[in-house]
């Protein structure tokens, strides 16, 4: 059983940066990430748990061929995505979203 996905505003702007980056870097490159996002999405709403817990209930895991992690929460209802960052960013950035997750019990 899948459960639904709630992705927030910060990481919905994470993935458009990065995603108009890569397409500037190459065409269709930045393509290719969002399909590689998505495909991380859709492995967590099968396995939420797949990947481990990090810190405050938030769980990470890298993408698998480009150098981003995707944090997200499992909520009871949801999982929440809270932010698709390259893997060099200072960890505040994340953990300052963690903080101001809808459920981070």
């Known amino acids: 059983m899948s459960m639904p996905i709630l992705v927030r505003p910060e990481a919905r702007d994470d ?24 495909e991380f999405i859709e492995r967590i709403t099968t396995f939420p748990e797949l990947y481990g817990i990090l810190a405050k209930n938030i769980r990470c895991g890298k993408l698998r061929r480009f ?29 300052k979203r963690a903080n101001q997750s809808r459920s981070s019990t």
């Not at 993935?15 to 490159?29: F, V």
């Not at 981003?68 to 505040?92: M, Q, T």
């Open 15 to 38: 993935l458009a940066e990065a995603r108009a980056w890569y397409n500037a870097q190459q065409q269709g490159l930045g393509e290719r990430f969002a399909a590689s996002v998505e």
């Open 67 to 95: 150098p981003y992690v995707v944090y997200y929460h499992i909520a009871s209802d949801c999982i929440e995505v809270i932010a698709v960052l390259h893997g060099s960013r200072h960890p505040r950035v994340w953990r």
